[in-house]
């Protein structure tokens, strides 16, 4: 959507790129958070991102981050968080930082599924571990600036160290998701987290809205009003109901 409303001539690049001068002088914090949004014009390079975004997130959001919402938000946030403090080193800096998040969760990914096959264009079949080098050389060979690549796997290097490297050799597990991530994800009310230590808002993102059935046959209304009594009223066939019967006491009654 960035991209097509920068051809469609809506705002300029420049106007959304990092640039810490105006973040700083200028207070115009957005180019903070604006930066990641832009891939690139359209191209090959930029269908190629969008292409690992789906197959390789989707990848890790159903596994190793399945159940697991609030860390799999935290590890975006926490690559955000160290690219920007990387470009604020002036040979380290980028406008558009978000080629390189996209290679953090190409390097995660790596990481995660070591010895899945994956084949590059068809021709050249390799393990996971080395699809993040095997792309940088792809970029090394068309000629696309090899930085953004570069501080994408350093950022995920990072993260992969502190939550899994550090731990397995004995470290103490520190780096836990905070507590404001379990918050937002649990309004926002998308996604489950095992153990999560704050309880999701009932208001909000509410998938399924409904009359629900106790174990013996009484049901409750989404309003919350008193139960009906189930010898008057059953549950008909499309109520979503998996035991149909009488309920009955442990003594017998």
């Known amino acids: 959507m960035t991209t097509a409303a920068y051809y469609l001539g809506l705002y300029q690049a420049s106007s959304i790129a ?34 690992i975004i789906a197959r390789y997130g989707v990848q890790l959001e159903r596994g190793p981050f399945d159940k697991r919402t609030a860390d799999f938000v935290w590890m975006f946030f926490f690559g955000a968080l160290s690219l920007l403090v990387m470009a604020a080193v002036p040979f380290l800096w980028s406008g558009f930082m978000g080629v390189s998040l996209v290679f953090m969760l190409v390097y995660i990914w790596g990481r995660e599924f070591p010895n899945a096959q994956v084949s590059i264009y068809g021709l050249v079949s390799l393990k996971g571990f080395y699809l993040p080098w095997a792309m940088l050389a792809l970029d090394l060979i068309f000629g696309d600036p090899l930085m953004p ?50 309880q999701r808002d009932p208001s909000a993102g509410t998938a399924f809205r409904g009359r629900s059935y106790r174990l013996n046959g009484t049901r409750n209304n989404s309003a919350g009003q008193a139960q009906e009594n189930p010898q008057t009223q059953q549950p008909d066939s499309n109520n979503g109901v998996a035991f149909r019967g009488r309920g009955y006491r442990l003594g017998g009654q």
């Open 18 to 51: 990092l640039y810490y001068d105006d973040v700083i002088k200028r207070f115009q914090v957005w180019r903070l958070i604006t930066n990641f949004f832009f891939l690139g014009p359209f191209s090959f390079p930029f269908a190629f991102r969008l292409i």
């Open 149 to 198: 690549d570069i501080l994408g796997m350093l950022a995920g290097h990072l993260y992969y160290f502190l939550t899994v490297l550090h731990p397995l050799s004995g470290g103490k597990f520190i780096f836990k998701t905070p507590i404001w991530v379990h918050k937002l994800v649990a309004f926002w009310g998308e996604g489950t987290q095992v153990n999560a230590p704050v």
